[in-house]
C-alpha cells in the first residue's frame, strides 16, 4: 500500500546548527507534500509545504525541496532554535473529490540544544 | 477558541461503554477527517468527510462509526473499544471541494484512554 519513510526518528543538534529530515514516498501520483510540526500536548501545525510542480520552496528559515523523480522530499532548518525543539511530521498526499488523502511518516523528534 | 475545536479534551472508558467524541470548525470548511495518534505509529487516517458524505474509510473497525451532520461538525461514536484503541483521536478540516488550499486544519485532539 501507500507509505511514507522518514528519517531519523529522533535528531539532536547544537542551536544554531542546520536539520535536515528527509522522506520517501510510494506513490507516484502524490502532488502535495506538507510539513507539519507538533509540539509536546499541542496539535499539528502546517509550517511549509511545496506542490509537485516546483523543486524547491524556501520560507526563512525553512526550506523544502523535492524530487518527484526520486520520490524524495525533504525539510532543512537553518540556524536552529531551541523553540524549533519538537516532532516533524511529512506527508504525501493526492486530491480526491475535492479532500486531500495525507499518508503521513512516523515523525522525527527534533532537540534543539542550547 | 477558533478554528478546529474538539471535545472532550480527555476521555476514559471502559471497553463496554458507548461514547462520542466530537469536532468543530469554525473555518468554512467542506471536507473534515479523523485520525488516530499512536505512540510511535504515524497519523493514521480513519475517516474523510467532504461535503457531509464519506469518501474515505480506511478499513476502520466497526466499533467507530463516524458522523457528519453538516460541514461544520463530525463526531467519532465509540462503542465496545479495546485497550489498543486508546490513542489521541485529532480532527481536521480543509476546504475541500472548490478550494485552493490543501492545508488541513488539526483540533487540539481528545486522548482516549480504554481500560
Known amino acids: 500500500g501507500e507509505n511514507v519513510e522518514q528519517h531519523p526518528s529522533t535528531l539532536s543538534v547544537q542551536e544554531g546548527d542546520s536539520a535536515v529530515i528527509k522522506c520517501t514516498y510510494s506513490d507516484s501520483a502524490s502532488n502535495y507534500f506538507p510539513w507539519y510540526k507538533q509540539e509536546l500536548g499541542k496539535r499539528p501545525q502546517l509550517i511549509i509545504d511545496i506542490r509537485s510542480n516546483v523543486g524547491e520552496k524556501k520560507d526563512q528559515r525553512i526550506a523544502v525541496t523535492l524530487n518527484k523523480t526520486a520520490k524524495h522530499f525533504s525539510l532543512h532548518i537553518t540556524e536552529t532554535q531551541p523553540e524549533d525543539s519538537a516532532v516533524y511530521f511529512c506527508a504525501a498526499s493526492q486530491g480526491t473529490s475535492g479532500t486531500y488523502k495525507y499518508i503521513f511518516g512516523t515523525g522525527t523528534r527534533l532537540k534543539v540544544l542550547a | 477558541e477558533t478554528g478546529v475545536t474538539q471535545t472532550p479534551r480527555h476521555l476514559v472508558m471502559g471497553m463496554t461503554n458507548k461514547k462520542s467524541l466530537k469536532c468543530e470548525q469554525h473555518?468554512?470548511?467542506?471536507?473534515m477527517y479523523w485520525y488516530k495518534q499512536s505512540a510511535k505509529k504515524p497519523l493514521e487516517l480513519m475517516f474523510v468527510?467532504?461535503?457531509?458524505?464519506?469518501?474515505e474509510n480506511n478499513s476502520v473497525p466497526s466499533r467507530f462509526s463516524p458522523e457528519c451532520p453538516n460541514s461544520s461538525h463530525l463526531f467519532l461514536h465509540l462503542h465496545t473499544l479495546q485497550p489498543e484503541d486508546s490513542a489521541l483521536y485529532l480532527c481536521?478540516?480543509?476546504?475541500?471541494?472548490?478550494?485552493?488550499?490543501?492545508?488541513?486544519?488539526f483540533g487540539p485532539g481528545t486522548r482516549l484512554t480504554v481500560l
Open positions: 481536521a478540516s480543509s476546504q475541500g471541494i472548490g478550494g485552493v488550499k490543501n492545508e488541513q486544519f
Open positions: 468527510y467532504s461535503l457531509e458524505e464519506r469518501v
Open positions: 473555518l468554512g470548511h467542506n471536507a
